[in-house]
């Protein structure tokens, strides 16, 4: 069964670095979305992605976050400078096309990213 | 407006018994209300989802309940087994088709 990855599983960085976290998602989706969990908290949305572009991005994706399509099948998330308040686990996901399955995300099992 | 609040925060069942978590939103655009599953370490899994054109949908022991002019949905699993322990997320969405989701309740079933 079709899956999207992520890596790292993990990822320890000091405050003010730079952070990539690397997704592939369901190679025939057209859809590909960034979320992030505090930990203990709900599912929090971050950006949409469609056609290269951004299709729609929340309030918590400011000038230090950027998504990247390099490839054919990478999809990733860049925070420029991280703050502590990062930390938290980011979830890739992707969705396919049409009304049914653009509703239908299937996630990622997430990078855990430590801001320290 | 954009909010889905969910409870309880954690539930506790004994196996074989029904377990039932609520959500409510109040955003009347909102048309597709997905259930999804997380186990620990894991990404959410959709588990079941509705739209509000039926009051019902159930597939295998998981039910959702729909009352669309309250606008309430619920999720209700039955014969609760110790492998559906996992934290369960109500969402909602509308034309932007991005998930809005409940905080999350703690499912444990005891054997």
């Known amino acids: 069964e079709p899956e999207v990855t992520q890596t790292p599983s993990h990822q320890v960085t000091q405050m003010g670095q730079e952070v990539i976290l690397r997704c592939v998602p369901i190679?025939?989706?057209?859809?590909f979305y960034w979320y992030r969990q505090i930990l203990g908290q709900k599912v929090e949305f971050l950006v949409s992605?469609?056609?290269?572009?951004?299709?729609?991005k929340s309030e918590i994706f400011d000038d230090q976050f950027s998504v990247e399509r390099p490839d054919g099948s990478n999809f990733t998330l860049k925070i420029r400078s991280t703050k502590l308040e990062d930390s938290a686990m980011y979830f890739c996901?992707?969705?396919?096309?049409?009304?049914?399955?653009?509703?239908?995300?299937?996630f990622g099992p997430g990078t855990r990213l430590t801001v320290l | 407006q954009q909010q889905v609040k969910q409870s309880p925060q954690s539930l506790i069942v004994q196996k074989g018994g029904i377990s039932i978590i609520n959500c409510a939103y109040e955003?009347?655009?909102?048309?597709?209300f997905p259930w999804y599953q997380q186990f620990p370490g894991k990404g959410p899994a959709l588990l079941i989802a509705?739209?509000?054109?039926?009051s019902e949908k159930k597939e295998g022991r998981f039910t959702i309940s729909f009352n669309k002019s309250a606008k309430q949905f619920s999720l209700h699993i039955m014969d609760s087994q110790p492998g559906d322990s996992a934290t369960y997320f109500c969402?909602?969405?509308?034309?932007?088709?991005?998930?809005?989701f409940g905080r999350g309740t703690s499912l444990i079933v005891h054997p």
């Open positions: 996901a992707s969705s396919g096309g049409g009304v049914v399955s653009y509703n239908e995300q299937f």
């Open positions: 190679s025939n989706h057209l859809y």
């Open positions: 992605f469609y056609n290269n572009e951004i299709s729609e």
């Open positions: 955003n009347t655009a909102f048309d597709y």
């Open positions: 509705i739209r509000p054109d039926v």
């Open positions: 969402a909602a969405s509308g034309g932007s088709y991005i998930p809005t």
